[in-house]
């Protein structure tokens, strides 16, 4: 199989498994141990956490904490309920973790528009009573990267928190050091599925979704795995060791892969985004049918989360396309393991099926 879905998921690094082993051990070693436990096994699996917590806060701004989630979806959902914060702003093409959430917070929730190549103008006003905006840093489908910083600053000069859902962007991109909530996902940067983070800017206040043992510095109760602790801060010291390297690669294989598909039409801006996101689309193509033909290359039709609800992407119909158009892009991502011969291939075929359909 051509793996060409990284938006969906990232391919475990094998730093990542071989840290997660150690804590996935049977009664012959001490790890499987509670790291809540105060006896030795208990403390050692504790240490690990502690580890680990400090390896992902290296891809974070200085002054916040790290607070371990299931993964971002809860990380976002724990950054706008905590709060407390009831008149939202969040991008039209936010992730449906953000836009679900807010809207059952805030059912006049204010969308902010992004322009024909998918970006938020810096300049967008805020409803006078907005007291939280969410803006992504880059997005899942199409790859912008928003212009966070700045309107983080007018969110705080509007006396609003600003939530970044870094999930596409960290270990990629350096964060937005002015934010105060950010949420990001393990398996997003080739670590382990099932665990994410929520970093809080010290002095903000949120409240716990999850009672009980009052774990995670009483924001998220509940037992953590060191394994997947250790995985995630595994792969996150190696994202911020290879940051450049990553990007460089991924930049390659873009304008390669842009090259070879020269006749399809980009979505989003070419300039203001990350490169290992590429959203084409081609007038008359059936990309059920196109999926169907390639069953051994692995690509999207857009976001994993809303695949097989028959519905236009949100993001693409924000940024002016009409449903015909949304329902005739494809998402291709790739990363620190795509091969230039996998992805010429792919190319290759992807334009030999097209024209099978006479587009």
Same mark, same amino acid.
């Given at each position: 199989m051509i793996y060409l879905d990284y938006q969906a998921t990232t391919p475990l690094a094998p730093e990542a498994r071989e840290a997660m082993l150690a804590w996935l051990s049977g009664p012959d070693t001490d790890g499987f141990a509670n790291p809540h436990s105060p006896h030795r096994a208990g403390r050692g699996a504790a240490a690990a956490v502690e580890?680990?917590?400090?390896?992902? /806060?290296?891809?974070?701004? %200085?002054?916040?904490?790290?607070?371990? $989630?299931?993964?971002? $979806?809860? /990380?976002?959902?724990? *950054?706008?309920?905590?709060?407390?914060r009831r008149h939202l702003a969040v991008s039209a093409i936010e992730h449906a973790a953000v836009l679900d959430c807010a809207q059952a917070i805030d059912p006049a929730l204010a969308l902010l528009p992004v322009d024909s190549e998918?970006?938020?103008?810096? @300049?967008?006003?805020? =409803?006078?009573?907005? @007291?939280? &905006? /969410?803006?992504?840093? &880059?997005?899942?489908?199409?790859? $912008?990267?928003? =212009?966070?910083?700045?309107? !983080?600053?007018? !969110?705080?000069?509007?006396?609003?928190?600003?939530?970044?859902d870094a999930v596409q962007s960290a270990g990629k991109l350096a964060p937005p050091q002015n934010a105060d909530l950010i949420a990001i996902s393990a398996h997003k940067l080739y670590g382990p599925k099932g665990i994410g983070a929520l970093w809080v800017r010290d002095g903000v206040e949120i409240a716990p979704l999850i009672r009980g043992g009052g774990q995670e510095q009483g924001l998220r109760s509940?037992?953590?795995? =060191? %394994?997947?602790?250790?995985?995630?801060? !595994?792969? *996150?010291a190696l994202a911020h060791r290879r940051r450049t390297e990553d %990007?460089?690669?991924?930049?390659?294989?873009?304008?390669?892969?842009? %090259?070879?598909l020269g006749r399809w039409t980009l979505n989003g801006s070419a300039t203001a985004r990350w490169h290992g996101n590429l959203n084409l689309r081609l007038p008359g193509l059936d990309v059920a049918r196109l999926m169907s033909d390639l069953r051994d290359v692995a690509f999207s039709a857009g976001s994993a989360c809303a695949s097989g609800s028959g519905r236009p992407s949100h993001v693409l119909r924000a940024l002016g396309l009409s449903d015909s158009d949304a329902k005739t892009s494809i998402r291709l991502g790739f990363g620190r393991y795509s091969h230039l011969r996998d992805i010429? @291939? !792919?190319?290759?075929?992807?334009?030999? /099926?097209?024209? @099978?359909q006479g587009v």
């Open positions: 580890i680990a917590r400090e390896q992902v /806060a290296q891809l974070l701004p %200085a002054g916040g904490r790290v607070i371990f $989630t299931s993964g971002a $979806t809860e /990380a976002i959902n724990l *950054a706008l309920l905590g709060s407390g998918g970006l938020v103008s810096a @300049d967008v006003p805020f =409803p006078a009573q907005t @007291d939280l &905006v /969410a803006v992504m840093q &880059v997005n899942n489908e199409i790859g $912008t990267i928003q =212009p966070v910083e700045a309107l !983080a600053e007018r !969110a705080h000069e509007q006396g609003a928190l600003f939530l970044c509940g037992t953590l795995s =060191p %394994a997947l602790c250790a995985g995630f801060g !595994a792969a *996150a %990007a460089a690669r991924a930049e390659a294989l873009w304008h390669r892969t842009r %090259a070879m010429e @291939d !792919a190319c290759a075929r992807l334009e030999a /099926a097209a024209a @099978d």
